[in-house]
Every structure is written in C-alpha cells, then in structure tokens.
C-alpha cells in the first residue's frame, strides 16, 4: 500500500513539473496576446490538477497556495481581471512559489521564501475587486489545517439541483470519501406539503460534521459542480483532537534522478503489434526450416524479407521512443527573457520557431545549457537598450528568434538577435592582447568572429564591454561538441547576429554504405554521399605536382585518396579504374577515391575512442554480418584532411604511423 | 640487487604466463578477462605500428596490441597458438597478441626480484620485476603501462 502511494507520488511530481511548465508558458503568452478563453483555461487546468492532487497527496502547503491562485485565475477566466504587466508579474512569482513548493515537498527542503507575502498580495487581489463585482463568492480560503481538520457543512441545494441531473447523495458519498461524517441532521423545513409537492424539485438541506485530513478547499471540490445550484457554507471547527499521524506523506524521500522517458501510449501499442509480427514472421521461418526443401527456397525467401521489414521497422520506432521535441527545452525560453530583458533593461520580444523538432532525449537534456548561454548573451549584450536602438532607427522593441529545423541529417538550432553584432575590430584587437592572434595575421571577418569561441578569449570581464559577447562561449561549444555537434556564427555589425548549433539527429544508428578499399572495409553515412562515378583519366588534374583534383561536372574538388590516407596497400590507384565517391558536408565537398562499393545498409555506431582514441577522419566502428569491425568515416573530417596541403598531412601520416 | 624496492615488485599472487619467442612473460591474473583465438583484425589508419587494429568483443570494439611489436621484437607470423589476451584495465578493455599461453603461476613475494638495470637499450618501464621460478624466468609486466594507448603516450612512443 505505501509503496502504491510513493509510486503515486512520483507521477504526481512528475505531471506537476509539467504543468508548472504549462502554467509559466502561458501566463507569458497571455500577457503577450491578452490571451484567449482556451489559454486561460489550460492555465486554470493546470493549477487545478496541481490542486487537486495535492490535496489527496495531503501536501497541504500547496492546495492551499493554488487555492489563492485558482481563484485569482478564475476571475481573470471570467474576465474580471485584465492580466496587465503587475498582475502577470505576480502571477508568475505564484508560480514561482509553487514550484518550490513542489521542489520542496518532493525533495524534503524548506518552502521557497515569500509564500505568504505572495499569498497575501493574491488574496487582497481577491477581497479588493472581489468586493466590487461580486458575482463570484470569494472563497475565504482557510489556510487552515487539514490534518484531522472538523467542518461543519451546511449544504442546501438550490430546487432545481436535480433538473441538472445532481444527485445530493452522491455527494454526501463522496464527502464521507473524504473522512468521517458525523451530527448529521436533515433539514426538512422547506419541504411542502404533499399536495403542492414538485416531485422534480429538491427540498431537502443537510448539515453535518466532517472530519478530515483533506483541506477546506478539497472539501469545497466535492461540490464544484454543484456550487452554483446551491448554498454552501463550510465552517472550520477548532481542534479537538491532535493531527492525525499520516506515516507515507510525512516520510520525505528525495527519489533518485531517475532518468524517464514519458512515451506516448500509441508509440507503445505500435512497438507491441510490432513485436507481435515479428514473432510471427519468426514463427513462419522456422516453420519452413522445419523439413526444409529447395522447393520451399521462395518462401523462405519472402518469409525473411517479411522479417527483414519488420526488425527495420520496429528498430525505427524504438528510435523514436528516444526522441523528444526540441519543446522540451524552448519552453522555458519565454520566461526566461521576460525576466532576463526586465533585469537587464531590455524591451525583447520572443519568437519561437520550430519547436516540434525532435532530438535524442539524451541531446535534449544536455541543450538547455548552451542555448541559455546564447540567450543570455544575445539580451545582455546583442539586444542594445531601447534609447540606443532608437536612436540607431531600430524599433525600441529588439528581436530575439529561437529557431529549431531539420537540414540533412542534423537538426539546427538557431538563437538570432537583432542587436549590435560583433565588432571583428575590437574581437580582433582582444584576441591580439590574449595572444590568440599574431599581429602580421590577416583572418576574415567570420574567423575573427569564430574566435570568441576561443578557449581562454572569455575568462576576460573586459570581453563583455569589448567585443559585447564571449561570456562562456568557449563553454558552450565544448558542450555542443560533446554531442557530435558544431557552433556557427553570423553576424553583421549593428545589425544583429545569429548562433547556430547544429546537431546530429541521433547519435546510436546511421543509414550508410559499404565500400571497400583493399581488404578494408568502410562505411560512409549516407547523408554526406552526393553521388559516385569512375573518373575519366582528363577528370584529373594535378595541383602544384603535389595536391590532387577530380572535376565533377566541371566543379573542381580535392581527391583524397583512401588508400594513401590510410596507409592500405593492394587497393586501386588509379582513380579511372577504381570510383570516386562525393561527400558533401557543411558547405565543402571532396572526393573519395575507393575500390567499390559494396551496399547500402544500417549499421549501429559504436565508439572507437571508448577503448582507444580519436583517428582522424573516423567518426566510430560498427560491426558487420559476418562479426568483423569496419570503420566509419567521419566525412566533414575528410575534407579537412584533404584541405590541409600535402606535406603536412604526410607529417600527420607519419607521425601516426611510425612513431 | 637482493634491495627490495618497495611498491615495485609484487608477489604472492598468480599469474597467467605466456611466451614471445623464448622469453615468458606473466600478467596478473585478476587482469585478464578473456583469452580467445586469434581472428581477424580491422586495421585502424594512422595507429601506431604495434596497434595491430580492433576487434569485435560480443559488441564491444577493443583495440588489439601486438607485444611482439610493442617490445620491438622481430614480428613473426601468426601461428594456430597465436592467442590475444584480453585484458580489462577498469575503464578500458584491451587485447595482446601472443605467440602462446603457458600456464598459471603462483608466485611469493620471496621469488620476486625487482627489475635489473639492464641498459639504456632496454625499457624497464614495463616491467614491474622479474619472478624466478626454479630454472624458470618470468617477466613480470607492468600491465597499464603495456596496454596504455593515451595520446599523449603514443605520441612519444
């Protein structure tokens, strides 16, 4: 029983990050768009469930709080309030409040500091307009005690409670769900004589005492539905007796951060028909195998086929099992700027694109790092003051986009500002200082720009005043690099920049094909293949005796040779007897010069640098059919071996080779 | 040379032996993982010469040391005893190629003599001390130092 409770109280927590998350996203968009009916209701939800759940976990701090809260959201539903700045700014402490008290009563700490102030300020909110209009009954809530807790009910349903389908008993049953009823007195008084007696009508009222450890406002949700069509009262009664001991919700465990994944139910039901087939089509095969004869060779065929299909499937689906929207990390964006431009006096509006991607939950997880270092840098020092913007003809209002899309294989993730953009002179005369760039060295305006991400360019405090961006950039691009990916930027002085990340989709399994140079083995992801062709001996050209040309179609692009990169003997030389491959990968391509190629398949990536280390120009190992090891290559990793000049990739080779 | 240099020699434990050419050798047995039959291996480009590739270890990639190369010994060709050793360092899983595995050796800490000055000519680094079994010799190996294929290591190799 007690560890049904504790499991309870691990989805309770759960659903209540959740719908924390819903609360804080749409108090934002409310106060963006003045907000429909059907966001002030999913706000409204949110904070009821939380309510709710909270009442029958006996996490009574926080049915109390949201019962302010509720409140103050239902007269903003019923548009008696107008959720201006003041309000919406309150709003979201609430909110802030409640989830620490979530924190708290999940993880054992103290409450966050300011409920009562909070508390205070929501209910005068109430009693000051409340008093004015009126219609709605304020609720004095009792922030009173729920363990053990007497009330005395007074209940009178309105006569025409049962025209809408109530039924009084039904509530008095789910009252004594609650605890104990007792002094229960009917009140027959309004009943009519028979004569004048309307049979559809309710006469009747009750009052009785309630014991209970659930808190006023669970009690008063017995009659929500009901709350209109009648005359409630509920009185707290003093104490009589001590709390009542409540040994599963005193016990405060912090539960280890056990790493979940919420999966939908469809997605699951999809995995077991298919599990379920695949059983099948085993079934089938070894059906066939049993008194196996050559005439029966097609239908083993097909029947394996049929497998085939379905373990492709089913491996695609458990993939996706994996995959979370990038949501999950945009959501906090929207809050995170308000305060952000607030604190830093800032006017910045949000948009939010894409927010549907999806990523690897283990990517997800390890993102909201890197773009909230990017966020913070584009409104502390991209975004200008709206005086200078102004000033500069921009609107006062600066622009930030977060943006989310799929290119290739990767997913791209933008943080775009409208601000100031970086100053290539004064990142220069930085890098200069530090010593990251000698004086006689001329770099372009991107690798000026590159630099910020420098290790060692942001430890300086001067950099923030400098170049206006470098805080921790050299942290973010560890991270992103830690996840396969790569930083980018762009950026235009007084014109804004943009921070691109870029993200491999998934880091487990790649669509590639199989080559083959010598006795090697290599597998190429497919999405860095552009096409493949045997050169004809006029497609090659020579550069300085020393580096090698194919031309495709008249595009002249580096030749790596395979065989000579690798150090492999016995494989073709001559490229118009072997075939070029053509990878593409941000923006550079390169030939490849193989002996075959060998097939198109999946292969799941495992890492080489786990028992071993890094090889240039190999992203990981997989494992063939036939139980060997065969080498991934990392394309982009290609084409920069091949553009570096020859010598010194012969210094790299032998340093490698012969040390 | 009967100073016992402490921390240097071990004793009173076993040992699996093998032998390259001639000399016998001795890993600490709770090292070793695994032996298994010499298979195929997949080269890996640019690796140091004695990195005679990776294997497949029932889904784990482990790089393949060849220790006659690793010592600077004439290599020879793989025979049916060849056998890799697979060791397990912890953190990291590798493989040694062999010409043979001998047996498993009990050895007290008094049979154990730290390692002999022997020249600039050759490394003692790998060595943790040299066991004296009756009429037998073995080479006691200091096995992380072996199986160690950091960068940083290989550079200077």
Redesign the interface.
Known sequence: MRIDVTRFRTAFFEEAVEHLATIERGLIELERSGGDAELMNEIFRSVHSIKGASGSFGLNDIAEFTHGFESVLDRLRQGQMRPDRALTTLLLRAADILSGLVRAAQGGGAPPAGVGEVRTELESLLSGSGGAKGPVPVREDGGHRKEGSRFRISFRPGRDLFRSGMDPLLLLRDLENLGTISDVELDRSELPALALLDAEACYLAWQLTLVTDQTESAVREVFTFVEDACRLEIVALPDQAGPVDLPAQVERRTPAAESSIRVATEKVDELINLVGELVIAQAMVSEIIDGFSLKRLGDLRAAIAAMARNTQELQARVLSVRMLPVAMVFNRFPRLVRDLAEHCGRVVRLEVLGEDTELDKGVIEKLGDPILHLVRNAIDHGIEAPEERLARGKPAEGRLRLAAYHEGGNVVIEVTDDGRGLDPQKIRAKALERGLVKPDETLTDDQLHALIMAPGFSTATAVTDVSGRGVGLDVVRQNVESLNGSVGIESRSGEGSTMRIRLPLTLAIVDGLALRVGG?TFIVPLLAIRESFRPRPADLKSVFGQGEIVLVRGEPLPLVRLHR????GEAVTDPASGLVLVLSSEGTSVGILVDELLGQSQFVV???E?????????MG?T?LGD?????ILDAPELARLALLREPERDA??V????? | MTEQISGQAVGGEQFLTFTIGAEEYGIEILKVQEIKGYS?I????????Y?R????LR?????VVDLRARFGMSEEAYTKFTVIIVVNLGR???GLVVDAVSDVLNVGEQDVEPPPPLGVGVDTGFMTGLAKMGERLVLLLNIEQVAN???SV????
Do not use: W
Not at chain 1, 610 to 618: A, E, N, T
């Open positions: 090697q990169q690798f150090g492999i495992k890492s080489l786990q028992q071993y280390r890094r090889v240039d120009g190999v190992a494992i139980g060997r090891v065969a080498l790299l080779c340093s490698g080779e012969r040390a | 195929a997949t080269p890996i480009p640019n690796a140091p010469h990195v590739g990776v294997i497949n889904g784990t990639i482990v790089p990291r899983v590798v294929l950091e960068e290989l550079q200077t190799a």
